[in-house]
């Protein structure tokens, strides 16, 4: 069967091997077999990724180019919209600051807090299903309309937070009706909301395998070095998961500001985060097409952070399949 | 980064176990107490809620809770169904929805999740790019050219615009939740079960799936309470009353130019967050199940 | 595989695209034989529940009096309802019926989303020879062609704690009183109670309107920009500006926290107010509820003050149109002309958004036994006001844009005056140069 004198002639590369022209046909028939197999798994998310989010995407693209005003026909102008962006309108660069001071806020402290109460949480302490559900009950109200009645009830002007402090000796003003204030209570709610993070850390505290805390405890490792080489390495995708889509939420983010401010981002365009102000662009206003090129905006933006955030990952994230 | 290489003790390790001392006790009741205090200030809002929901004229006066003049009316008011309020009706919606969005992410993400995960296909990484991508785009602007879509293809006025989509794998978010979870799998019962002559489809069946209690039951949970809470998908795409959901019933109930009714409001939102927590509470027993061993052996 | 799929990618772009472009040309009205109504049409409306349970009622009599039609009624909350209607719109789906406001018809009327009903009024289709000239000319868009019928006319009201007042030794203002003796009687109230007496001005868009109208502006002039003068809107935020700063209004921090707060839940429904602006429309409701507030006040309801012009009320009118894209025209103009003009549909609708505009109904509604008094106050309120004529209004396009409480420029802009970010004339001139670069 070998065939001499034309043999490496014959010979195929294959995975950076040398093999038989047939080992190499077979290679490729399992390589397309693999692929196919692949494909089929991935088949749902073709379809819907083509119809429900690309197509709409597309369209998106195309009409940020235009003065497509939800009602009428869209007409090209071009880059009119990205310039008159940057150049002429100045809440357009308000809500980006708006939006940066909520991320950089609420994003790291909806973390850390929740990372803490998971680790809490964990230690098996009684009642632990008990007390895992009522911390989450706060984020299960959502965007109902009886959040911007209970956030009144508490912050404002004769709210519960006022009574509080009134006890203390201080008082205070409206904390949702004033400029200065109402941010924080926009990101005080998004931190009360806190509890789907935290059930995202603790599903991943719980795939640590017990032997590792076994293995370490052998060693005679206190429970500070056992968090910061067992627990935290394990839990490095999870937090890069939650890291990654808390700061993506952050600068998406909409209802909160929304309900609390009626949908019009005050007081003073205080709670004008970047997509409320694109909501109001597009449907007040009536001016989709300056709307669909804020979202593109946004949308490289994000890219960006998330590039850099994954980019990141590299360095610190360590993936249990790599052992 | 190998982080659990066994090196020989210096010294002994404690061979006796210990008695619990009164420290642990304390450190206990200690942690109790701190869990219970940081639980009353973060649910204070809504035991207001509640509360207020049991109370005649829900928001006039400043009532003391758990004091003073209870009635049942609110409830009794928001669910009696009247012309066009139907509550009893919105729960059975909205819970046929999201249960079906749960059914469809299930499938579809772990399916998409495993691929991404641990298959090699060309232009992954591309792909995967896109899977990202999808999660940046601010729904506000796809709004539009979607709902033309839906209304070209006549899904109007059905539930197939809020459910079809979550059986296509849209759902970034949890494509990726599934991914991380995956990735943190060690490979090596792939590869023993793929010398027992396993497949793709046998692997993710037999390997993956039963690994995945918590992401799964993350999935499950944060889809049921995100469709349940959906306000405006249904507003979109349902125009018979007889099809709405709990957040529409929930609008219905304030108007700034009518006449609004705070009582039936809370007590309705009361209502609508106690299925959420029975589903989490449900979804908890999944959850709490982590890897006991980590199955090489 | 990979210009494969950009091939699929870009085809179902292009596909959008036609689609989005031409989905559906407006169809033909098909002719208003006067054949039976038949077949099904869809009635969007907004409200809360009492406004959706006397819509049904009046559903439920039309379907009686013609069994082969079936109306679907679909009603969701006020802020809602735009957004639904607008993409509804942008898909050239909207319900056969859709209910809409003289204040923000023009986004949808000059953009072609609403049929021309002139012709149908003139086949007598609809029959509106009972409503009032210059009631029916507020359904009237920029072209000057009909596109929608208005059943409830609103205005705005000075509602007044008249038992507060009156045991506070003041009288409540006569019929004709200016902006001066409000603001004399708002000072007064304050100086005896050291209280917050009302609301603030500022952001208000029917105060704003009847200041304009009654110093003899309109809201938008005929290129669809803005109608008055930079110096009236930087004196009716001074006037506003005296009111806040003397503790006699709201203070700018208590105006935004209430901003979605329903009229029920405000101080003044609560009797800790004496005084404020509300639809007249409001109330009955208003009344019913400082009887459980604080029972045994008295509300009642005046015209809003005139000014140097006289009165410069404005009548909103919401009403029935017909979308562009309906396919059953004849059936939508028999249910609307039903809406309109039924007598027993008027009184089961009890005249629940603005005063019956139908003068035979607004009759039958006065002396039926079921009209609370409040609402006969409010009626006569408005008979009072349309049989002195009202200058009537075109509102244009962008009306939501610049106008509306909370959102609009005028709220918006006057916040920063308010919490001093801003002084009145570079706030005055910031808004013209936005609202008139936005408008027309």
């Given at each position: 069967m070998t065939r001499t004198s034309t043999l490496e002639g014959r010979m195929r590369r294959a995975g950076g091997l040398l093999v038989t022209p047939e080992r190499a046909a077979a290679i490729k028939r399992r390589r397309r077999r693999d692929n196919l197999s692949a494909f089929g798994f991935l088949t749902p998310w073709m379809i819907g990724i083509i119809v429900i989010v690309l197509g709409p995407m597309l369209a998106s693209l195309y009409l940020s180019f235009t003065n497509y005003d939800l009602i009428g026909t869209p007409s090209w102008i071009g880059l009119d919209n990205y310039k008159r962006m940057f150049t002429a309108d100045s809440r357009f660069l308000h809500s980006v600051s708006v939006t940066v001071t909520y991320a950089l806020v609420s994003a790291p402290a909806i973390l850390v807090f929740s990372l803490l109460l998971a680790l809490f949480l964990n230690k098996g302490i009684r009642f632990l299903a008990v007390y895992r559900s009522l911390f989450y009950i706060p984020s299960l109200l959502g965007a109902s309309v009886a959040i911007s009645v209970l956030w009144l009830q508490v912050f404002g002007g004769d709210g519960m937070f006022n009574d509080v402090l009134r006890l203390f000796g201080i008082k205070h003003g409206s904390w949702v009706g004033d400029p200065n204030t109402a941010l924080g209570t926009v990101i005080t709610l998004a931190v009360w909301t806190f509890g789907a993070t935290m059930v995202i850390f603790l599903a991943g505290l719980r795939q640590i395998p017990e032997s590792y805390y076994e293995a370490a405890r052998l060693d005679g490792t206190n429970a500070w070095q056992r968090f910061w080489h067992v627990t935290f390495p394990s839990l490095t995708p999870v937090i890069f998961f939650n890291g990654l889509l808390v700061v993506v939420h952050s600068f998406e983010s909409f209802t909160p500001a929304y309900v609390i401010s009626g949908g019009t981002g005050q007081p003073a365009d205080s709670l004008l985060m970047y997509t409320v102000y694109l909501y109001q662009r597009g449907f007040v206003d009536y001016q989709m097409g300056y709307a669909s090129a804020l979202a593109w905006i946004l949308l490289l933006a994000l890219a960006i952070i998330a590039g850099l955030i994954f980019w990141s990952s590299r360095y610190w994230v360590y993936y249990g399949e790599d052992s | 980064m190998t982080t659990t290489a066994v090196r020989p003790t210096q010294r002994p390790s404690r061979l006796i176990p210990r008695r619990p001392t009164k420290n642990r006790i304390l450190a206990a009741w200690a942690r109790h107490a701190v869990t219970i205090a940081i639980l009353v200030i973060m649910l204070y809002p809504i035991i207001w809620m509640v509360d207020a929901s049991f109370r005649p004229n829900a928001l006039i006066g400043g009532n003391v809770p758990f004091t003073g003049p209870f009635t049942l009316q609110n409830y009794i008011d928001g669910l009696t169904p009247t012309s066009t309020l139907n509550f009893g009706l919105y729960f059975v919606n909205s819970f046929a929805i999201a249960a079906l969005c749960v059914l469809g992410n299930l499938i579809a993400c772990t399916l998409t999740g495993f691929a991404f995960a641990r298959l090699e296909f060309p232009f992954k990484r591309v792909l995967f790019a896109l899977v990202m991508g999808t999660l940046l785009l601010p729904y506000q602007v796809t709004l539009v050219p979607q709902y033309i879509i839906f209304n070209k293809i006549g899904w109007l006025n059905t539930f197939l615009p809020l459910v079809a989509p979550k059986f296509l794998a849209v759902d970034a978010f949890f494509i990726f939740l599934l991914v991380q979870f995956i990735r943190g799998l060690p490979r090596d019962l792939d590869e023993a079960a793929r010398l027992d002559g396993c497949g793709n489809w046998g692997i993710f069946r037999r390997v993956i799936l039963p690994l995945l209690g918590p992401a799964i039951a993350t999935t499950a949970m944060f889809t049921f309470i995100n469709a349940w809470n959906d306000f405006l998908g249904p507003t979109l795409y349902l125009s018979d009353p007889s099809k709405y959901t709990v957040p529409q019933g929930l609008a219905m109930f304030v108007d700034s130019t009518g006449q609004s009714s705070y009582g039936s409001l809370l007590a309705m939102a009361t209502l609508s967050i106690a299925p959420l927590i029975g589903f989490f509470l449900a979804a908890q027993r999944l959850l709490t199940q982590g890897i006991a061993t980590t199955g090489i052996k | 595989m990979r210009k494969r799929k950009l091939a699929m990618v870009a085809a179902g772009a292009a596909v959008l695209m036609t689609l989005a472009a031409c989905?559906?040309?407006?169809?033909?009205?098909?002719?208003?034989?006067?054949?039976a109504p038949k077949g099904t049409i869809e009635y969007s409306w907004w409200g809360g529940s009492a406004r959706n349970d006397v819509t049904q009622a009046v559903i439920d009599l039309y379907q009686d009096k013609y069994p082969k039609v079936t109306v679907k009624g679909t009603t969701t909350d006020f802020g809602s309802y735009w957004q639904k209607a607008s993409v509804q719109a942008a898909g050239k789906n909207l319900p056969c019926v859709p209910q809409m406001q003289n204040r923000t018809m023009a986004d949808y009327a000059d953009r072609g989303s609403l049929m021309p009903l002139d012709n149908l009024v003139k086949s007598g289709a609809i029959d509106t020879s009972n409503i009032p000239k210059n009631v029916l000319d507020n359904g009237r868009g920029s072209d000057g062609k009909l596109y929608m019928i208005p059943y409830g006319v609103a205005f705005g009201a000075l509602m007044v704690n008249q038992t507060q007042v009156e045991s506070l030794g003041f009288d409540v203002p006569d019929k004709g009183y200016t902006w001066d003796e409000l603001k004399t009687l708002l000072t007064d109230i304050h100086d005896k109670t050291g209280n917050v007496v009302t609301q603030l001005f500022g952001g208000n868009q029917d105060l704003f309107e009847a200041w304009v109208r009654g110093n003899g502006q309109d809201l938008f002039n005929k290129e669809g920009k803005l109608g008055f003068s930079k110096k009236t809107l930087a004196n009716f935020w001074k006037y506003s500006e005296d009111l806040r700063k003397a503790g006699i209004s709201d203070s700018a921090a208590r105006a935004s926290e209430i901003v979605s707060q329903a009229v029920e839940q405000s101080d003044f429904s609560k009797g800790l107010q004496q005084v404020r602006e509300w639809p007249a429309n409001g109330l009955a409701t208003i009344q019913s509820t400082i009887d459980v507030a604080h029972p045994g006040d008295k509300i009642i309801a005046e015209l809003l003050p005139e000014g140097s012009k006289g009165n410069g009320a404005a009548l909103w009118a919401s009403g029935l149109s017909i979308s562009a894209n309906c396919d059953n025209v004849s059936t939508a103009a028999s249910f609307i002309n039903f809406f309109v003009n039924d007598k027993q549909a008027a009184l089961a609708f009890k005249s629940d958004n603005g005063a019956n505009t139908q003068t035979k109904n607004l009759k039958a509604l006065l002396a039926s036994p079921d009209t609370t008094p409040a609402k006969k106050d409010e009626l006569n309120l408005y008979k009072s006001l349309v049989d002195t004529g009202v200058r009537p209004a075109v509102y244009k396009k962008g009306y939501a844009a610049v106008f509306?409480?909370?959102?609009g420029m005028i709220n918006r802009y006057y916040q920063e005056v308010a919490f001093g970010k801003l002084s009145i004339d570079a706030a005055v001139d910031q808004l013209f140069e936005e609202a008139n670069g936005q408008l027309g």
């Open positions: - | - | 989905s559906g040309t407006p169809s033909t009205p098909s002719k208003t034989t006067s054949s509306s409480n909370g959102g």
